[in-house]
């Protein structure tokens, strides 16, 4: 017996380059000479940012924000930004699959380059490396679409319509 019915080519996701784009370390503190005491307040922040640069080539770009201030929230200690990318190529991914990929699956991948890059820097510049946790972007994906849909809906937008490419915050 043989099984006639045909399977379709299982879908692929490569990475063909991940980089820092931008990297900014401000070791605000130090300049100050604000003593580093007690545990800091640290507020971090990302977006993602992705484009389609080619055929079947998508171009990812996650953008971090982290300022540690002490813990009453006067003093500034660091402030490092990180514009992080990625160019992917997808193999055998639906059409309506592209756009998840992109703002989610992408993403994941580059996360763990992007955290080592962020404790590095804020390591180097003097303070215990910044662990960023882990980030839930199927989450951060389904908000910002339900945010361009709400957007488009006020707009007088097509109902249920698909968003454009979203920057997820």
Do not use: W
């Not at 580093?36 to 996650?62: C, L, W």
């Amino acid at each position: 017996m043989t099984d006639t019915t045909a399977q379709a080519p299982a879908p692929q996701v490569t990475i063909l380059a991940h980089f820092t784009r931008d990297l900014s370390f401000e070791n605000v503190g130090v300049i100050k000479g604000i003593p580093v005491e007690g545990k800091p307040d640290i507020n971090v922040t990302v977006n993602v940012e992705g484009q389609a640069i080619g055929e079947d080539r998508y171009q990812i770009a996650m953008k971090f924000s982290a300022t540690a201030k002490d813990g009453n929230g006067e003093n500034t200690r660091f402030v490092v930004e990180l514009d992080y990318g990625g160019i992917f190529q997808f193999r055998n991914v639906q059409q309506d699959h592209v756009h998840p990929m992109i703002f989610i699956e992408c993403p994941r991948l580059l996360l763990p380059f992007a955290r080592r890059v962020i404790a590095d820097v804020t390591r180097d510049g003097g303070y215990p490396p910044l662990m960023l946790d882990n980030i839930d972007f199927v989450q951060l994906y389904r908000q910002r679409v339900e945010q361009i849909r709400a957007e488009q809906g006020t707009q007088g937008g097509a109902e249920g319509a698909a968003p454009q490419d979203p920057v997820v915050n």
